[in-house]
């Protein structure tokens, strides 16, 4: 960990000759690298920091004592006392027309599908519709904190459209794509080869690379896609360089037996993909729960990542991830909600359901890795790290400013950390343990998106509560 300042020279001198800058006061944490909890590398975390952003970019990061002994005027910054200010989360899989679905009683992956999530879809082929969805879907990432996410839309290329424009007219970075889909799903919500490779055309010819939009193909799942669509899937993503490819695997055991039926000569759920060219750095497979040791090599070798969704894992009863096997075979693990399968927006929450999954397991999270993979490590395993991710100079300036104590229990937890040397790995630690415990968009003061304050939440106080004892 260091409390050395980066670029100190350029942020006072951004400051002081150009008024296009602004300047954040906090307690500031970001990751440079995978951190390492003992030797504090990866880490660098100020107890009172200063974020310079200038034209919606990282300028600098520093400590505020040496700022200002370097001649930078600290009244110059908005400042958060006791506040955090962290990169903004990022999601690596979520469904934008299932957020009304969230928390649909009763079934497994496959009668979930049927009884909620495809009747909630086919509303969707209304492009007003989609584009209000759209809107609304978007807000609730940001008063959670997400600044970025890897989202599915629907089999209707308007809805794709919708989600598309409002991210762009929100400014966003995205990535996300037109479900394809053409057998085992209800009539309506059907495509055909033909016109999903159409469709998938005319969307990342507007869209992809345009602005902050990046484009993912998106079969929805091996079942419902005939081979052909998933082999006109594989010449698309040979054919559009930076291209991203979502799909789910290995998420229920229902599920895979049916894989089974589907697609007899396959050697397993990876190996349908992997036939029709569909493996890659760029490709994100959702869950990925109940694999092979031939297909955890696979995904290994073809640097395909598996975007772990505790909520959803646990909410669908369809299994505990095993993240160390993933890790230690060289798979790059993602961690996302998969709402509305999963149960919350708010990475707190998910990292919270992430321990105990991994605590089943006998395996651990350690915050600072949890905070990592909601961060940088997320903007890693979707190949964003160039854009974002961390608040390293020239970074798209994306980032949240956490109240650790938003509620009365979350402050007392908070303040019996033992500070004796505020900025120890070890009390950092613990504070965000308690964090990722105990918190959720309730946490989230404000959201910056590009270096613009997108949303505030009024803080909680004393008076909003009433007591009859
Ligand atoms: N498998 C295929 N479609 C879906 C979906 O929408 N959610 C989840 N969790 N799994 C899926
Ligand atoms: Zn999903």
């Known amino acids: 960990m260091s409390d050395v300042a980066v670029g100190m020279e350029s942020m006072v001198n951004a400051i002081g000759a150009n008024n296009a800058a602004a300047a954040f006061r906090a307690k500031i944490l970001h990751f440079t690298d995978q951190p390492d909890p003992i030797t504090g590398a990866g ?99 940001l008063q959670n904190g997400t600044t970025t996410a890897m989202v599915y839309t629907t089999v209707f290329a308007q809805s794709t459209e919708a989600f598309f424009s409002a991210a762009a007219q929100m400014n966003l970075r995205m990535i996300s794509g037109k479900v394809m889909m053409d057998r085992n799903a209800p ?45 006109g899937t594989g010449k698309l993503y040979a054919q559009y360089p930076g291209l991203y490819l979502q799909t789910h695997l290995s998420e229920n055991l229902q599920e895979m037996a049916w894989i089974k039926e589907l697609y007899p000569r396959a050697r397993d759920y990876l190996d349908v993909y992997d036939q029709f060219g569909l493996l890659g750095p760029r490709s994100v497979f959702g869950h990925g729960i109940h694999l092979s040791d031939l297909e955890v090599e696979r995904l290994a070798q073809t640097g395909s990542g598996i975007a772990f969704c505790p909520t959803s894992n646990l909410f669908l009863g369809s299994g505990l991830l095993d993240m160390a096997r993933l890790e230690n075979a060289g798979v790059p693990v993602s961690l996302a909600t998969d709402v509305g399968g999963g149960t919350s927006f708010s990475q707190l929450r998910t990292l919270a359901e992430a321990y105990k999954v991994l605590q089943l397991q006998g395996q651990n999270l350690h915050p600072l890795k949890g905070f990592y993979m909601a961060t940088l490590g997320n903007a890693r395993a979707l190949q964003l790290d160039n854009y974002l991710g961390n608040f390293a100079p020239g970074k798209e300036a994306d980032f949240v400013v956490i109240n650790l104590g938003a509620t009365p229990l979350q402050a007392l937890r908070q303040s019996s950390v033992q500070s004796d040397s505020p900025d120890s790995v070890k009390s950092l630690a613990e504070k965000l343990f308690a964090l990722m415990t105990l918190g959720d968009e309730h946490n989230i003061a404000h959201t910056y998106v590009m270096g613009k304050k997108v949303f505030s939440r009024a803080p909680a106080t004393e008076g909003a509560l009433s007591w009859a004892i």
């Open 43 to 141: 880490i660098e975390y100020f107890d009172d920091g200063v974020l310079v952003v200038e034209q919606g970019r990282v300028k600098a990061l520093g400590d505020a004592q040496h700022m200002a002994a370097a001649g930078f005027d600290l009244q110059s910054c908005q400042h958060f006392p006791d506040q955090l200010i962290m990169p903004g989360f990022i999601d690596s899989h979520i469904h934008y027309p299932q957020t009304s679905v969230i928390a649909s009683y009763g079934e497994q992956l496959l009668d979930w599908l049927n009884n909620y999530t495809f009747p909630s879809e086919a509303r969707f082929a209304n492009a007003e519709f989609a584009a209000l969805a759209a809107h609304e879907f978007l807000k609730i990432l």
């Open 187 to 231: 009539d309506y919500l059907l495509d055909t080869p033909a016109s999903s490779e159409q469709d998938c055309r005319a969307l990342i010819e507007r869209w992809h690379q345009q602005g902050r939009q990046l484009y993912a193909l998106t079969p929805r799942f091996a079942p419902t896609s005939t081979p052909e669509q998933l082999a």
